[in-house]
């Protein structure tokens, strides 16, 4: 089946704007997650979504960013007014339930100029 | 200190040798442990889970989980060139989400 999927794969912009990035969990699989990773760095885990609750947001490093799952499903991640601290590849991954094995996706490489 | 350690590395064994990854975890209570493999310039693929005390082997690869000592391992046999990776542990924290460690780098030398 299809895994997880997410767009754009790499994306440029200019410091000051506004990024949004998606990613489309594996069907079926409650929990949704994000995480970045700089270059030569671990993950650093951002948001996490398990169905209808409530998302744990205690990874978000400032007001900036955002992140909503509409309908149990697809995934956005906000950046606003972005800074050049925030370019790293930005990775999202599902599973079945919470806690089970994670499935990554491809992730989207963010270059703020 | 961290929730999930591990020997950042690099850890370098010759083509057919066993290699030997090891991490340590502070949370008592977690009952889920996953061993990651992350290829330069990609994103980390899962190679195994372990819940129980014990050896879990599915291939070449061995994982060992001793909660009593909080240490989790993962043994390569027979390495492979193309095994050279980080590879990344992980624990099941509370409420579903996982804490990663930093990797360890594997080289595998022909």
């Known amino acids: 089946g299809a895994g997880v999927s997410q767009s754009p794969s790499n994306k440029v912009t200019e410091k000051g704007k506004d990024v949004e990035l998606r990613c489309d969990p594996i069907?079926?699989?409650?929990?949704l997650y994000w995480y970045r990773q700089s270059l030569g760095q671990g993950l650093e885990f951002l948001i996490y979504f398990q169905g209808n609750s409530a998302p744990d947001k205690s990874g978000l490093p400032s007001d900036r960013f955002s992140a909503e799952r509409t309908g149990g499903s697809v995934s956005t991640l906000t950046i606003q007014r972005t800074q050049q601290e925030d370019s790293a590849v930005y990775l999202c991954a599902s599973s079945l339930g919470p806690g089970d094995e994670q499935y990554f996706g491809p992730g989207t490489r963010l270059t703020v100029t | 200190q961290k929730e999930v350690e591990q020997n950042s590395g690099p850890l370098s064994v010759p083509e057919g040798a066993i290699a030997s990854l090891n991490c340590t975890y502070s949370d008592r209570g977690s009952q889920s442990f996953f061993w990651y493999r992350q290829y330069s310039g990609k994103s980390p693929e899962l190679i195994m889970s372990?819940?129980?005390?014990g050896d879990k082997e599915d291939g070449r690869f061995t994982a060992q989980l001793n909660k009593a000592s909080q240490y989790v391992s993962l043994l390569i046999r027979d390495s492979q060139p193309s095994d050279s990776a980080t590879y990344l542990c992980?624990?099941?924290?509370?409420?579903?989400?996982?804490?990663f460690g930093d990797g360890t780098t594997l080289t595998v030398k022909p």
């Open positions: 372990i819940y129980s005390n």
């Open positions: 992980a624990q099941r924290g509370n409420a579903g989400k996982s804490t």
């Open positions: 069907s079926g699989h409650t929990a």
